[in-house]
């Protein structure tokens, strides 16, 4: 069995969750950014969790999460 998660390939996961979903996978990925962002971590943690090598998308995030959050949540920016 190994150390996979599930018995399939990145690509057929991909393709799964936009199927399901309706959005591509990496969306995912920029909400959980906005949301953490929302819920107060700094922005650097964010970015290593992200694995970033650049400030220029948690830049985004933060300019993003800044714009009206009193009355959308983060997900609702995808």
Not at 40 to 60: A, C, K
């Amino acid at each position: 069995i190994g150390d996979k998660l599930f018995n399939i390939s990145r690509t057929q996961g991909w393709r799964y969750v936009k199927r399901i979903t309706g959005y591509n996978p990496h969306a995912f990925r920029h909400a959980l950014g906005m949301y953490m962002l929302f819920k107060g971590y700094d922005p650097e943690t964010v970015r290593r969790i992200l694995g970033h090598g650049s400030w220029r998308l948690v830049s985004y995030y933060v300019s993003r999460v800044g714009i009206d959050i009193s009355k959308r949540t983060p997900l609702e920016y995808i």
